[in-house]
């Protein structure tokens, strides 16, 4: 991201059998707000962005409402440089990335 800082979150929700993800990722990521974002572990998506929390979970909310999906979802700021877990190699690459350029605060 032109190497502005920024701020992390996960995004948990539970994925309902019968919905409409693609519409609900398409009006997500739309926003010129969410930086970079990563989906790769259904229910969840990690985030980067300069939004508050609230912001954040507003959006997320009317991309759910938008796309007839229940609103349920936890938004939780996160810091990108402390984690673990078996992922594939293209997202760890992608976290890399985000604790080069996380803001200094988390």
Request: glycine residues 6%; positive net charge; contains cysteine.
């Amino acid at each position: 991201d032109g190497g502005r800082t920024m701020k992390y979150y996960a995004i948990m929700y539970d994925k309902q059998p019968a919905g409409n993800y693609k519409l609900f990722h398409e009006k997500l990521v739309a926003n010129p707000r969410i930086k970079r974002w990563f989906h790769y572990i259904q229910s969840s998506y990690l985030i980067g962005t300069d939004m508050t929390t609230q912001e954040l979970s507003e959006h997320v909310c009317a991309s759910f409402a938008a796309s007839g999906l229940p609103t349920t979802h936890l938004a939780v700021k996160i810091d990108a440089r402390r984690r673990q877990g078996m992922l594939t190699p293209k997202a760890w690459d992608w976290f890399k990335l985000a604790s080069t350029n996380q803001d200094p605060l988390g």
